[in-house]
């Protein structure tokens, strides 16, 4: 066997460094907030709406926002997507401000209805942004046969929203938010107005998108099933003001099915999250 020279060993050593990067990369915090509150001015009384939030959301990961109305899971959600400004704490999304990540389109956002313009197409809903950002006629061709694919609405492009099921109009919602390639997909409650069935339909097709994608996706809900299901990281919320109950790291394969509700490991999970939940409302009392 040929011994390795200096320069091979050389190689060998930056590729393992290489690699360790990468882990590292992959391990990458992607939101982090400290200490975070954000209070509503009225006049009558202030609205506390978050408080002392401490949270962490690493790349790859899927994580879900769940708690009665009115805890705060959407607020948090646009505080992320700089909709909302912080009255106090700290919040870095991909290591700067929500504000740059803004700016620099790191994120596509889904929101409770679709928003689909009626008088466009699908494929010109999925270009809309593409426009906006100055893709080329070409680029965007491109992305939306790619993105239709991944929703499975290959072959609708030419159809208008009014023409097809609320479902679809939600996963086009998704094509039209992936259609620049963001870094992370935040989602609010984008299934809760559709009936169980369609639901879980759509929930599985989340979890292929999301192994397909590797996308970070933070995802708003008042589901416990939907929470337990989809994520890697569930947070429960309490009320008033909005703070975290209970982080809960999932062990459950992230291939899974809906066969996997009715095992023990997944009910345990959902009797956790449950059980927050109940517990939260005691700072009601």
């Not at 400004?85 to 700016?103: F, H, K, L, M, Y």
């Not at 809960?248 to 009715?262: G, K, N, Y």
């Not at 023990?264 to 999250?273: K, S, T």
């Amino acid at each position: 066997m040929a011994q390795k020279t200096t320069g091979d060993l050389a190689k060998d050593q930056a590729g393992s460094e290489a690699n360790t990067g990468a882990k590292s990369a992959s391990r990458a915090s992607v939101i982090h907030a400290q200490n975070l509150s954000l209070t509503f001015p009225a006049a009558d009384a202030p609205v506390h709406a978050l408080s002392d939030i401490d949270l962490e959301v690493k790349r790859g990961e899927f994580v879900s926002f769940i708690g009665p109305s009115g805890c705060g899971k959407t607020t948090l959600l646009r505080v992320i997507a700089d909709l909302e400004q912080p009255t106090s704490g700290s919040i870095t999304v991909n290591g700067g401000s929500p504000e740059q990540a803004r700016r620099d389109r790191s994120y596509g956002y889904v929101f409770q209805a679709a928003g689909l313009y009626p008088w466009r197409t699908i494929a010109g809903n999925i270009a809309l942004p593409l426009e906006i950002m100055g893709y080329t006629r070409a680029e965007q061709k491109k992305r939306i046969a790619k993105n239709l694919e991944l929703v499975n609405l290959a072959g609708f492009e030419r159809k208008f929203p009014w023409q097809l099921s609320g479902g679809m109009q939600q996963r086009a919602s998704i094509a039209r938010a992936l259609a620049f390639d963001p870094e992370l997909l935040l989602m609010d409650e984008p299934f809760g107005a559709l009936d169980e069935i369609v639901r879980d339909h759509l929930n599985e097709q989340l979890l292929r998108l999301w192994a397909k994608t590797e996308k970070t996706v933070v995802f708003v809900t008042h589901s416990i099933p939907e929470a337990v299901f989809l994520s890697t990281k569930i947070v429960v919320m309490s009320p008033r003001p909005g703070r975290i109950y209970d982080i809960i790291e999932s062990d459950l394969p992230r291939d899974r099915d809906l066969d996997i509700r009715e095992t023990p490991e997944f009910l345990e999970i959902a009797h956790r999250v449950r059980e927050g939940l109940r517990a939260g409302h005691s700072y009601e009392d």
